[in-house]
């Protein structure tokens, strides 16, 4: 058996513990991405060229919509199980998965039947030249094969992620992106072009999706699949409407800029616009990991109700977003620019006006997750779907006429405007389903707020003296970027309480590696 399947952990693991485990897991993994993909990534662009590169972009928005037909079984499941970790019923969580299990195959059919129209349209809803229309369609076809085998797959991962045991399949976070690169680099070589690189993609995703099915059976003693009550199927079809329309609703909110630069300033521009927001992304990303490690406990606290816990960790999430949110866009505001042209050419960049909308994107992105967190937590699914359906109008109408005005400028304003109004209303829903008002940045304080704009404000002055350009230069530009950035938040962003909890929280991450690495 790999190392990697290990005996459960201890049960006197503290919950602060396995979330630390958990963050380092997550982190690893989008680290161990990031980094395959700053190394494949040029390759790609210059073996498909602009127009295949923006389509494969636009692919994996499209490909996401297939995923939501099955009307979010596996999420569901995370939810319910997590809200159920102290319980000893076993076998009511196999019908848990059961139950989940049944509304996939439900709606199976409604998953073929999306992929097929997709396939079908693929060379209307991705404009490229009409020599590629050919390798547009074999590559979203297996595409949405990948993502068929994925939903059902994703199961196992979802029942680790709600014992908080995601930590446990840690050398799989590095081997399978790693893996996933060099079958990307291999099928260019061979000249399989972009359905090559699909295909790469698919099997790395499925090989994933298969040894977490293997370690889930190791560490699980409950893990498997029971005939479920119908009541309980009648509540997986009434929550997954919810959590259906919020995830369709997250994907136009998120997802859809990619496609709307694509559709109205073709494909060459929406693989510009992905180059250009790709740091930020993969940044809103990387903070995001750190609140989404505490999210099983923060789950655990809300279906026990202890609403002063749950108010303790939003006030330390939300400093702690505040604080690394706004270090991040700074980094970008200054060094995305020069990060680009030295990446993948100049070419590829989207200017600086689109960079700087896009890095404060970011600051707004990690707070409306922090707060869809807590929703997730109290079940308030409607709320959480309503919010974020109107930031997805917001953005989709907004981002078609400012893109045709002002192109990626617009579109990133246009985002900027969504996301506001979505964490507007996702907190106006969590005070109704708490009880308790509550206000965006409430509990920061003024001073960590103006710190936040100070540091933003210097970043976009300072960023037209800032133009290294070679990679040496950018390196020692964005290591001193980086440390005066990080100086000015630990001690002007942060207070002296949220300095002492980042302290508290790295010595107990690194006694428990410790403790792991010595067993």
Not at 430 to 452: D, E, I, Q, V, Y
Request: proline share 4%; charged share 15%.
């Amino acid at each position: 058996m790999p190392d990697q399947l290990q005996a459960p952990p201890p049960p006197t693991r503290t919950r602060t513990a396995r979330a630390a485990l958990t963050l380092s897991a997550k982190l690893l993994r989008t680290a161990s991405k990031t980094l395959v993909q700053l190394v494949t990534t040029p390759i790609v662009v210059r073996t498909l060229g602009p127009q295949l590169f923006g389509a494969w972009a636009m692919i994996q928005r499209l490909g996401v919509y297939v995923s939501v037909t099955d009307f979010r079984a596996a999420g569901i499941t995370k939810l319910v199980l997590g809200l159920r970790q102290a319980q000893s019923d076993d076998h009511e969580k196999r019908r848990l998965l059961g139950a989940s299990l049944v509304v996939w195959l439900a709606f199976l059919p409604l998953m073929i039947a999306t992929s097929a129209l997709l396939i079908l349209l693929s060379h209307r809803l991705i404009p490229t030249d009409a020599v590629h229309v050919g390798a547009i369609r074999l590559a979203m076809a297996i595409f949405v094969l990948n993502i068929l085998l994925a939903r059902i797959l994703s199961i196992p991962a979802n029942a680790l992620a709600a014992a908080n045991l995601e930590y446990s399949a840690l050398h799989l976070e590095w081997v399978l992106p790693v893996a996933t690169g060099v079958a990307t680099i291999a099928a260019l070589l061979c000249g399989l072009g972009l359905p090559g690189v699909v295909l790469a993609y698919t099997i790395g995703m499925t090989l994933d999706g298969a040894l977490r099915l293997r370690i889930a059976r190791r560490l699980l003693p409950w893990f498997g699949f029971a005939k479920p009550r119908r009541e309980e199927v009648r509540f997986f079809v009434g929550s997954s409407v919810w959590l259906q329309a919020s995830s369709v609703a997250s994907m136009g909110l998120v997802g859809a800029d990619v496609l709307i630069v694509g559709f109205v300033g073709g494909a060459a521009l929406g693989g510009v616009y992905a180059m250009t927001i790709y740091v930020s992304r993969v940044c809103s990303e990387m903070i995001s990991t750190v609140f989404a490690s505490a999210r099983p406990g923060l789950i655990n606290l809300c279906g026990a109700g202890d609403w002063p816990k749950i108010a303790q960790l939003r006030r330390e999430m939300q400093r702690l977003s505040l604080g690394l949110g706004s270090l991040a866009a700074a980094c970008i505001i200054v060094l995305n620019g020069s990060f680009v042209r030295l990446w993948v050419g100049a070419e590829m960049y989207g200017g600086e006006t689109a960079n700087v909308l896009q890095a404060v994107v970011l600051l707004v992105i990690v707070m409306l997750r922090n707060e869809a967190i807590v929703l997730d937590g109290f079940l308030a699914l409607r709320g959480k779907a309503a919010a974020t359906l109107a930031g997805a109008v917001a953005v989709v109408l907004l981002g078609l006429a400012m893109t045709r005005a002002w192109q990626l400028a617009g579109m990133s304003l246009a985002l900027l405007i969504g996301h506001a109004i979505a964490l507007s209303l996702a907190l106006v829903w969590l005070s109704k389903r708490s009880g308790h008002t509550l206000r965006p940045f409430a509990g920061l304080g003024w001073r960590s707020g103006l710190s936040a704009l100070a540091l933003l404000g210097a970043a976009t002055a300072l960023r037209p003296a800032i133009a290294p350009g070679n990679w040496p230069a950018l390196c020692l530009t964005g290591a001193a970027v980086f440390g005066l950035a990080l100086g000015w938040t630990w001690l002007c962003t942060f207070d002296a309480e949220t300095r002492q909890l980042v302290l508290t929280r790295a010595r107990v991450s690194l006694g428990e590696w410790g403790r792991r690495w010595n067993r």
